[in-house]
């Protein structure tokens, strides 16, 4: 006998071999008619599978989170069958499940197309239909190569040659179609459902390696219920509308070239937001940090010693000059990172315990190298800026420089209206530096954080742990925020660092006159700059808020009659700190209003010949067809009011509260 503990903690005996069929089955017949798969121990495994010995077990339902993996494997296995049944003599290759979906890579003297994918998708209706059942037989190495080698699978052939000599060549069937796969599936096609979509097609090297075969990509998406693929296609749908590669185009914000892959050029507008964000951040910062600025250029052997020539060589942009002077022969490296040169500048000079701590700050361009097909707009680029911090503190700070890093990270995204916020803290990886106690010591100061954290914030901050996700150097805390149609960006970091410190021999006089190495903590909140702006361009839709718009307003005349006028205004709007423009061109009004609103300017202020006469404006807002007219002295104090950047507010009402006391 075997003992199986339930999640209630309740504990029951069965017999060895039982399978989670018949365990569902004996709990309730609606259990089993529900029941899709089963975790034993925490590994999701087929109902079939037989039990040997006692362990917990949780029996995985279709409306269980951990079933929409299984729903999408079972997808992509049944797109599978509906092409080779579509399309005699198509290989099938690798097939697995991806964010939000699956794909599977298929070999065809003719690629499919996008027209293809309707024909497919009825197919795989009909196979769902069918509802055959997913059934697991394990054959001998020789066997399956035999098998797909007579089916004309060369590639399956291949892969089972991959598999390592102690693992089972497993086959799971569906009906008549069958397939090598390692599992879990659930009990038949039907339980896929009908919440599925084919999306997209795309050319893939076999194994990802550009010396192979080009084959075919399908990919697809597939959910639980319908109403969530349609939130998920109305996601994509606002997405694209949003892509801050358009929007950039449409207001004149950056490009991309080919002569500087991965580097940005940024446009007179676009450089004013870039630089709208440097000005707040270091307005976040004041006080607080010390504003540094590292060289960009070091010679290889410090990034040996700080372990990233190692570690991180085949990221890094080597450089050397063309000279003939031996001195230029010396081959040095873009900074990656910022942190090394830090440090220093930590140790320029004597450090003693009540300098602790010294907070440091860089807006300091990186380079890192990343594949062509990796590179995605703002998101994802070879050269950026990072708002990087690094804090050296003594081990009873720690502490408190972490929550003090994370009101600061809060506060920053509250203020650019991201409010659904996950902290999580990632612990130690298996290959690290640092012993354990060292370990041990920094993680329960971070849990102790990560507590106050949701319950300062009275739980509306959520927080998770990552187990072995930490970095090689320490522990960290990542910050993930939901934008305005749900999609999750990771941005902040708060590291603990016991490398670097050792490393370049870095310290500090204690009180007790000994040398101590100081903690070091990594800090960014941003992360890439250019990267937080692409999540904001997207996340407003590039409707940004008036405070940080690059061109807040623009003034447009109706008739010539109107252009002194309407200079006049221009001039009380920028001697008002707002950042306007005048356009007095020969146009009809409404052909300025709509180039100006697909510009995205969020204030259009129009002038006539009875306003210029009244002393009056018609105030127009992106995205409202409200007109409202008022005076230019109202409308210059509106507008001032509104462009203030809400940490300059509360610093504003601070000081009043301050000055009332």
């Keep these: 006998m075997i003992s199986l503990t339930f999640p209630d903690g309740s504990l029951r005996e069965f017999s060895a071999g039982v399978t989670g069929a018949e365990i569902a089955e004996g709990i309730s017949k609606s259990l089993a008619k529900k029941a899709v798969a089963m975790r034993v121990d925490g590994d999701l495994r087929d109902l079939a599978d037989p039990i040997e010995e006692s362990a917990t077990i949780e029996i995985v339902t279709r409306d269980n989170e951990a079933a929409l993996e299984l729903i999408r ?54 196979i769902i239909q069918r509802n055959a059942p997913f059934t697991k037989s394990v054959w001998t190495r020789e066997k399956a190569k035999q098998v797909f080698k007579d089916k004309g699978e060369l590639y399956k052939v291949e892969l089972v040659d991959a598999i390592p000599e102690d693992q089972q060549i497993k086959i799971y069937a569906q009906g008549d179609w069958f397939d090598l ?59 694209e509308k949003r892509d801050h590669r358009r929007l950039g185009r449409e207001m004149d914000l950056f490009h991309f070239q080919e002569e500087g892959p991965g580097v940005v050029f940024w446009h007179a507008k676009g450089w004013t937001l870039f630089q709208n964000l440097v000005a707040y951040m270091r307005r976040r910062l004041a006080g607080d940090y010390e504003e540094v600025n590292a060289p960009q250029i070091l010679d290889k ?11 991180y060589k085949e990221n890094m942009f080597g450089v050397q000059s063309a000279g003939d002077d031996a001195e230029d022969k010396r081959l040095f490296a873009l900074k990656p990172m910022n942190c090394p040169g830090h440090v220093q500048i930590f140790k320029h000079g004597l450090k003693s315990y009540r300098d602790l701590p010294i907070r440091m700050a860089e807006f300091g361009v990186v380079h890192r190298y990343e594949p062509s097909g990796a590179m995605h707009g703002l998101m994802r680029v070879r050269g950026f800026t990072q708002d990087d911090a690094h804090i050296f503190c003594t081990d009873d700070q720690l502490a408190d420089e972490c929550m003090k890093i994370n009101d600061l ?75 305005a149609i749900g999609r999750e960006w990771q941005c902040g970091t708060t590291q603990v660092d016991f490398n670097l410190p050792e490393r370049f021999g870095a310290f500090f006089v204690d009180s007790d006159g000994d040398k101590k190495e100081p903690v070091m903590i990594h800090r960014a909140i941003c992360g890439s700059m250019e990267r937080f702006l692409g999540i ?54 409404n052909y300025k209003v709509r180039e100006h609103s697909l510009a995205k300017v969020p204030v259009i202020l129009v002038c006539g010949k009875r306003e210029a006469e009244e002393r009056t404006v018609n105030v127009r807002r992106l995205g409202s067809r409200d007109q409202q007219s008022m005076s230019l002295s109202e409308a210059v104090r509106w507008l001032a009011d509104e462009a203030v950047p809400p940490d300059v507010k509360r610093a504003q009402a601070e000081a009043a509260a301050d000055a009332a006391e």
């Design 73 to 126: 494997h079972d997808a992509a296995h049944v797109m599978a069958e509906a092409v080779q049944e579509l399309y005699p003599g198509t290989q099938v290759t690798i097939g697995p499940v991806i964010e939000n979906g699956f794909f599977y890579d298929f070999a065809r003297d003719e690629p499919f197309t996008l027209d293809d994918l309707p024909k497919i998708e009825k197919k795989m209706r009909e």
């Design 181 to 239: 796969c390692r599992g879990p599936h659930m009990v038949s096609t039907g339980q896929v459902g009908n919440a599925f979509k084919l999306m997209k097609v795309a050319g893939a090297y076999w194994r990802g390696d550009s010396e192979n075969e080009m084959l075919t990509r399908i990919y697809g998406t597939a959910w639980a219920e319908q109403s969530q693929l349609d939130s998920y296609i109305h996601m994509l749908e606002e997405a």
């Design 301 to 311: 052997s410090l990034w040996e010693t700080s372990g990233h020539w190692g570690w």
């Design 409 to 483: 990270i809060l506060s920053t995204y509250s203020d650019f209206g991201f409010e659904d916020i996950v902290v999580k803290l990632s612990t130690r990886p298996e290959k690290r530096v640092g012993s354990d106690a060292l370990w041990d010591r920094a993680e329960a100061v971070m849990r102790e954080v990560l507590e106050r954290i949701e319950k300062e914030s009275g739980g509306r901050i959520k927080t998770g742990i990552n187990p072995g996700e930490g970095a090689f150097y320490g522990p960290k805390f990542e910050y993930t925020l939901k934008d």
């Design 536 to 589: 904001l361009i997207e996340n407003y839709a590039g409707h940004f808020p008036l405070w940080f718009a690059p061109l807040q307003v623009v003034v447009a005349t109706i008739t010539s009659d109107a252009d002194d006028y309407a200079r006049e205004v221009h001039k009380a709007l920028t001697r008002a700190g707002l950042k306007a423009e005048v356009d007095l061109r020969n146009e009809k009004i």
